[in-house]
């Protein structure tokens, strides 16, 4: 089975930081970009950040930009996050999700091209 399982998750203080895993089975991890996407209540999904599986190359939403780090580690089949300088705005439920159109990350996420999304896993940013 195709499955994507996002974790690390929690609570944190304004200026703390976490770091999400997104761990894949069932296929190579590294043949695929991988997205993480955030969803706060009442909002649209965002994009927030994307790992090419072709050349290394990444995208970062504005809004998280110089904060945030992907990283993937294709040996243990995961791509991290790494969320630095958390603010109130980060609170939201982290999905990852793998690409099946493009290996390389070009630009805004779209949704439409992603699949085997994880179940999720939640971040909340205390002032």
């Known amino acids: 089975e195709v499955q994507l399982v996002e974790s690390g998750g929690g609570l944190a203080q304004t200026g703390e930081s976490l770091r999400l895993s997104c761990t894949g089975s069932?296929?190579?991890?590294?043949?695929?970009?991988i997205g993480w996407f955030r969803q706060a209540p009442g909002k649209e999904r965002e994009g927030v950040s994307c790992?090419?599986?072709?050349?290394?190359?990444?995208y970062y939403a504005d809004s998280v930009k110089d904060r945030f780090t992907i990283s993937r580690d294709n040996a243990e089949g995961t791509v991290y996050l790494r969320m630095n300088s958390l603010k109130p705005e980060d609170t939201a439920i982290y999905y990852c999700?793998?690409?099946?159109?493009?290996?390389?990350?070009?630009?805004?996420?779209?949704?439409?091209?992603?699949?085997?999304w994880g179940q999720g896993t939640q971040v909340t940013v205390s002032s």
């Open positions: 999700a793998a690409n099946l159109m493009r290996r390389r990350c070009q630009g805004p996420l779209r949704n439409h091209e992603y699949a085997y």
């Open positions: 069932g296929f190579t991890l590294d043949d695929y970009a």
């Open positions: 790992s090419s599986a072709s050349d290394g190359s990444t």
